[in-house]
């Protein structure tokens, strides 16, 4: 199994840039994908963006594509997520989250969660 914990998130105005961290543990890390998901207050929680176990695939939801950008770096056990040109419908609680297979794309089944980092932009 596989514990994740996120970090990097904060208030950030219109415009403005975050990077958030995941910091995996256990074993595994380096075999399978990962992905970066959001919840806003009264949404459902949706995906974000993937990266396939050796960076080479990614995958973007339209409304992030062109500003986030996903990476891993397998001897850190860590992905990230680049944010920039960030708006105030960014905000959300972002969730990094790994699926036991190599690669994921809209859909896949996630299978470890972290807990959460608070992503605000103000306007």
């Known amino acids: 199994q596989v514990q994740l914990v996120e970090s990097g998130g904060g208030l950030v105005q219109a415009g403005g840039s975050l990077r958030l961290s995941c910091a995996a543990s256990g074993r595994g890390f380096s075999s399978y994908a990962m992905g970066w998901f959001r919840q806003a207050p009264g949404k459902e929680r949706e995906f974000v963006t993937s990266?396939?176990?050796?960076?080479?695939?990614?995958v973007y939801v339209e409304s992030v594509q062109g500003r986030f950008t996903i990476s891993r770096d397998n001897a850190k056990n860590t992905v990230y997520l680049q944010m920039n040109s960030l708006k105030p419908e960014d905000t959300a609680v972002y969730y990094c989250?790994?699926?036991?297979?190599?690669?994921?794309?809209?859909?896949?089944?996630?299978?470890?969660w972290g807990q959460g980092t608070q992503v605000t932009v103000s306007s």
């Open positions: 989250a790994a699926a036991f297979r190599p690669a994921a794309v809209f859909g896949t089944k996630f299978d470890a």
């Open positions: 990266i396939s176990w050796n960076g080479g695939s990614t």
